[in-house]
């Protein structure tokens, strides 16, 4: 399938606001992936799908996880709108034909985060933060941080915006979040 083949098949599968948001990720991703000298392709297909599973309503989440072997925990019983991400990395071979591991992977993990994240992830879980449509306190600065910072100490800012905000609304933080700061951490402690 061509990238504008999945393109269409996506929007005519998603809401038009969440269509609209994975084009500012896709985009987004791609300036990212320039900077960092990261395959721009693989960046754009991440960007473009990461939320491809945002098509079933968050009831129907759970049963769409079973239905592909997917674990579920107690966090994402609790929340299973992060189960989106698990999904939407199998979808894309199920559905857009997409087989690559490293965009799977990035699509995977653009939610919480997880262990030995790659170039591709950080891009993805980053670009999905700062896209134009997004609007919240902060995102002003790291935008900026996409224009100045090292990867890692974006994402480092942006797992720590995302730690802050979900502490604040008194929500369950995922280990993947924790573990993904405290790497970023430990590799750069001085």
Same mark, same amino acid.
């Given at each position: 399938?061509?990238?504008?083949?999945?393109?269409?098949?996506?929007?005519?599968?998603?809401?038009?606001?969440?269509?609209?948001?994975?084009?500012?990720?896709?985009?987004?991703? /791609?300036?990212?992936?320039?900077?960092?000298?990261?395959?721009?392709?693989?960046?754009?297909?991440?960007?473009?799908?990461?939320?491809?599973?945002? @098509?079933?309503?968050?009831?129907?989440?759970?049963? @769409?996880?079973?239905?592909?072997?997917?674990? %579920?925990?107690?966090?994402?019983?609790?929340?299973?709108?992060?189960?989106?991400?698990?999904?939407?990395?199998?979808?894309?071979?199920?559905?857009?034909?997409?087989?690559?591991?490293?965009?799977?992977?990035?699509?995977?993990?653009?939610? /919480?985060?997880?262990?030995?994240?790659?170039?591709?992830?950080?891009?993805?879980?980053?670009?999905?933060? %700062?896209?134009?449509?997004?609007?919240?306190?902060? /995102?002003?600065?790291?935008?900026?941080?996409?224009?100045?910072?090292?990867?890692?100490?974006?994402?480092?800012?942006?797992?720590? @915006?995302? %730690?802050?905000?979900?502490?604040?609304?008194?929500?369950?933080?995922?280990?993947?979040? /924790?573990?993904?700061?405290? @790497?970023?951490?430990?590799?750069?402690?001085?």
């Amino acid at each position: 399938m061509t990238i504008d083949e999945m393109r269409r098949l996506l929007q005519s599968r998603l809401k038009k606001s969440r269509f609209a948001h994975s084009i500012g990720v896709a985009d987004t991703a /791609v300036k990212l992936a320039k900077r960092f000298g990261v395959d721009t392709e693989k960046a754009y297909i991440a960007g473009l799908l990461h939320d491809c599973a945002r @098509e079933f309503e968050d009831s129907q989440l759970p049963a @769409e996880a079973s239905k592909r072997g997917i674990e %579920i925990g107690e966090i994402e019983v609790r929340m299973p709108l992060l189960l989106h991400s698990y999904i939407g990395a199998m979808m894309i071979k199920e559905t857009y034909g997409v087989d690559d591991p490293e965009i799977s992977q990035a699509i995977w993990r653009h939610t /919480v985060g997880g262990r030995n994240m790659t170039d591709l992830d950080k891009i993805i879980y980053f670009a999905d933060m %700062i896209e134009p449509h997004r609007d919240y306190p902060g /995102v002003d600065h790291l935008r900026e941080l996409a224009e100045t910072a090292s990867l890692d100490d974006m994402l480092l800012a942006g797992l720590s @915006e995302s %730690i802050i905000f979900i502490v604040q609304k008194n929500s369950l933080i995922h280990p993947n979040t /924790v573990i993904t700061r405290n @790497e970023i951490l430990m590799r750069n402690w001085k």
